[in-house]
């Protein structure tokens, strides 16, 4: 071989510990060390196998440099450099090739594969809302903080009516932490999310609030089953499910028309509404015997006003039982996910203002989260009798 080069079909990404080469064509991942990313930079169309030996000859073991011309007949038949002097380019994919190719390398859990894909997307195609927006989502998997937020802000700046990439990049630009998600963040997030909702929480992220939730609340009531419950932030009824066998009347709220019909289909509920919860909490003169909500409070910031509002439609001897994020930081955490952390002191301060005493405050395993363990806090306060 002459000139070496990339092959033009091959995406790079730098890594830690070197690069990721990725051939989307044959579908083959290259891992390169320094000394192999080094090489591949270098063999760029312009220089001999020799050359190329030369340059990298301070970095490699004395005596090494004949491996060079190996390597490179070796990184040829791999398909990762072609000659300068050939047609290369024949197997190079299209922009709207490798969208796709990033959505089914998504959908089979690959995802650095799909990152060098959906990164070669918007080089190609800048103007490309949806695929900035995908590069945001990657990377932000990929913990890449910095590029989720350039990525997301591309998207954002095509689609500001996007209230959840709003709402995320507050996070991500660690600017102040809006007292709650709005309302069009929370609409948009589940507008998108209802109707893949049960099988991603289930069976993908292992979701076990409600079933934590009713251990809490169990641990207090006993075996209790005449009770007026509301289902605040009801969601698709997950919580109505485990609830239900207690409950004499059972209503639910959430600000999610699409997931309100979800908990419609389900036949629980002898009342269903869409209304903003503590809104709704403030507005109505029903009271309840317990108060239920689980994966809502991770939208609030300060509990003070959720929790006044949730102890006034208490009955006397009532419960407000909810989940939260376990936080570390006092009082609470906006989170890059764009969900609220507590830690515990903050409930017990909330409860006390409310002049609610606490019953218990456990935690346990909530769902996974990018592939790790989310520990939740599950509080269960009680409205003197």
């Given at each position: ?80 450099l072609t000659d300068a ?50 590069l945001g989502e990657i ?104 609830f239900r066998p207690r ?139």
């Open positions: 071989m002459s000139n070496p080069k990339v092959h033009p079909a091959v995406l790079l990404s730098p890594v830690e510990d070197g690069y990721v080469a990725y051939d989307p064509v044959a579908d083959r991942l290259h891992q390169l060390n320094p000394v192999a990313a080094l090489l591949t930079e270098l063999c760029d169309g312009s220089r001999s196998v020799a050359e190329v030996a030369e340059l990298a000859s301070p970095f490699l073991p004395e005596g090494e440099t004949e491996a060079v011309a190996k390597w490179v007949a070796q990184a040829t038949e791999a398909g990762l002097a050939g047609d290369g380019a024949a197997g190079e994919l299209s922009a709207a090739e490798l969208f796709k190719l990033t959505k089914r390398l998504r959908e089979q859990g690959k995802a650095q594969t799909a990152h060098i894909c959906i990164k070669r997307v918007v080089e190609l195609e800048p103007q490309n809302s949806e695929a900035w927006f995908d990377t932000h998997y990929l913990g890449r903080r910095e590029e989720a937020r350039a990525a997301y802000q591309k998207y954002f700046d095509a689609n500001p009516h996007d209230g959840e990439v709003e709402h995320l990049l507050i996070a991500l630009n660690d600017g102040p932490p809006p007292e709650r998600a709005s309302d069009r963040a929370i609409q948009h997030i589940y507008k998108n999310f209802a109707a893949s909702y049960e099988n991603l929480m289930l069976q993908d992220l292992k979701y076990a609030g409600p079933q934590r939730m009713m251990e809490a609340v169990q641990s207090v009531i006993g075996d209790r089953s005449d009770m007026t419950i509301l289902d605040l932030g009801c969601g698709s009824g997950l919580a109505g499910v485990m409950a004499a009347t059972l209503a639910g709220v959430d600000l999610s028309p699409e997931m309100v019909e979800l908990a419609r289909a389900r036949n629980l509920y002898d009342r269903l509404e869409v209304g903003e919860v503590t809104q709704w909490l403030k507005d109505g003169d029903s009271r309840f015997d317990l108060i239920v909500s689980t994966d809502v409070i991770i939208y609030f910031g300060d509990l003070t006003a959720i929790i006044a509002a949730a102890a006034r439609r208490l009955n006397p001897g009532g419960y407000f039982a909810f989940s939260t994020e376990l936080g570390k930081k006092a009082p609470f955490h906006l989170t890059d996910t764009g969900r609220y952390s507590h830690h515990p002191d903050h409930v017990r301060a909330c409860a006390a203002a409310a002049g609610l005493t606490v019953c218990r405050i456990n935690e346990g395993f909530l769902r996974m989260e990018y592939g790790e363990e989310v520990t939740g806090l599950f509080a269960v306060l009680q409205k003197p009798a």
